[in-house]
């Protein structure tokens, strides 16, 4: 990835710090009013007026979270901005500023730092978003991406897990398991190319599923659409470690149960055709794979006739008052939900 | 520092992560008005009314800030919330909420990580700021800190770096060179001990230095003590990479010059003592050496008479028109100021 994308190399540590940080950000434009103060302080200066602050941080790191054999750095920086705008989408929020901290072993020159950074600032142009801080220092092994989001939301309008009640409806934006799928295509073409260099991988027909894995993008489109439907969820939160694992946040956090069936689960055709080669169910994809960044909400039974017809949301299923969350298969079977998703800490 | 600390052991990995952060935020209570909701949703929600937000973020990571040989892992934790806070305060505001990522691997038990976040609460509980979210993850090597603290100002109160004017007296807080002395005694005994594992340090006579690099405070009485005495600085940062470093960054942003004077810098006895022990000169240790997060500030020369008593100030210098930077030494020679401070960037 390093090797044949530039030839031109600049050794960061003769930049220093200072240098480092004016190289990446100088041509950053502030794009939003309650952004006072961005980079160059000790701390940004925003300005919130009459709205509801959100924060949220991530930290993302080389070998346990992403693999640059074949995650190239810009969409790197791009997914790791996206990440974290998504939980702010799913607390029903519009994000407004980013910081980011970057630590890069001396391997890295300038220009693979110029890469992630150019990542960032594309996510920040497209999702109007501006970076006012960071930090920028060097590690003993690997690269290290810890960015924090801050964002605004109407005074009490902020969507938590712990809302959800009985009978409401379970509803999903997009599809679901691609981004898992993309993983596991990335990961075969990774070995394939490790046993012969010479291999030329063909990845046409997996476009959709590969660019949900490296450049996946958050539902900035959902919290004003909800506005506009006069929809207020009853809770909220992006699909980040699998359906599963999301389901029971919100039963637990809300305590309540849930049951959601299989033939409702959105999944891309490309999914189904992925999991089918690699011999997985695509439900595993859409239950435990995770990353696909869609948001999980609860609504109200009265808000159906709202969004039946748009093509943004799937209805899956419903809120119970017995605890527990189960699948409801093809053949009525009642399977137990299961918080499978990824879990760095296991690594 | 693992070894002797805690005999019982807990693999984090059985935990998980949501059992981790369960574990380690449990016991937390909301201290501010400003924060709505804290850790347990996709983001904190916040409320900062009629104030400005301040924001800022750091990445600390094992081997480059900090080697676990000699720091006990509760005064990292409550280093690295105080340092951020820092920032804050150079703002001329007050700290609300702290965001933590923790990636850390396989060989921290949970009790190592318990003792990190102990210092982290501590911390909170000191400065009244809540901890409102975080991250926690593993990591392939090391241990890996990322604060991020969001504080609050009055409108169009924060002081900036860029506001010094010629004129202005250029005032520091509190004591410098202490935390780099304490820095080369700790390394010092631990090359000892690594030679001798049977020696006793005896660091009675280094209470101070040791004490200012292995728990610093941050100067979280200047902002209301500004306030009370009317002063509005001109400009305004923290010494985290030494007095030298920082006053090139007010000059520089100013578009201005400074004079400072070596009589004038404060210095703890213990810290002129060990500097000779260590063959150095203390003013080395002041200008260069970092990490002291006193306040360094330009006010108006009409606010002289409110500081002049007051024991929390020293004046060591003024802004000048001319650019450039200087320290005058006893002996009235000027000396061009360098920003020889601790670059991470280089090591």
Chains 1, 2 share one sequence.
């Not at 006072?36 to 941080?57: C, Q, W």
């Not at 001396?106 to 110029?114: G, Y």
């Not at 309008?157 to 596991?184: C, E, F, H, W």
């Not at 590969?210 to 919290?223: G, M, S």
Request: charge should be negative; hydrophobic fraction near 40%; aromatic fraction near 6%.
């Amino acid at each position: 990835m390093l090797q044949d994308k530039n030839p031109s190399k600049t050794d960061i540590a003769k930049l220093g710090e200072f240098g480092l940080i004016k190289t990446l950000t100088e041509d950053i434009k502030i794009q939003n009013a309650s952004t006072l103060k961005g980079i160059g302080d000790d701390a940004a200066v925003l300005r919130y007026s009459d709205l509801d602050t959100l924060a949220s941080t991530d930290l993302l790191i080389e070998g346990i979270h992403f693999d640059l054999a074949y995650f190239p750095l810009k969409h790197l920086g791009y997914k790791a901005a996206v990440v974290n705008f998504s939980d702010i989408y799913a607390m029903n929020g519009m994000v407004t500023q980013l910081l980011v901290g970057l630590a890069v072993s001396n391997r890295f020159p300038l220009e693979a730092v110029q890469e992630i950074y150019e990542g960032i600032k594309v996510a920040c142009r497209i999702y109007n978003v501006d970076l006012v801080g960071g930090d920028t220092t060097s590690s003993r092994s690997g690269l290290i991406l810890s960015p924090t989001v801050l964002g605004t939301v109407a005074k009490d309008k902020a969507v938590y897990r712990s809302g959800a009640q009985p009978n409401d409806l379970i509803v999903v934006t997009g599809d679901l398991g691609a981004a898992y799928m993309g993983l596991l295509v990335l990961q075969r073409e990774n070995e394939t190319f490790k046993a012969n260099p010479q291999h030329q991988p063909d990845l046409s027909p997996y476009t959709y599923v590969v660019e949900r894995q490296l450049k996946p993008e958050a539902r900035k489109d959902i919290p004003p659409l909800l506005k506009e439907l006069d929809i207020q969820p009853t809770a909220m939160i992006d699909i980040s470690d699998g359906l599963s694992s999301e389901i029971l946040h919100i039963t637990q956090q809300s305590d309540v149960g849930a049951q959601i069936y299989a033939e409702k689960i959105p999944i891309d055709p490309q999914t189904v055709l992925t999991a089918e080669e690699f011999n997985i169910s695509e439900l595993t994809a859409a239950l435990n794979g995770g990353e696909d960044y869609e948001l999980l909400m609860t609504i109200r039974q009265k808000d159906y006739e709202m969004i039946k017809y748009r093509k943004e949301f799937t209805i899956i299923g419903h809120i119970t008052e017995d605890k527990g969350a189960y699948l409801i298969t093809q053949d009525h079977q009642k399977i137990a939900l299961k918080a499978q998703g990824w879990n760095a800490l296991k690594d």
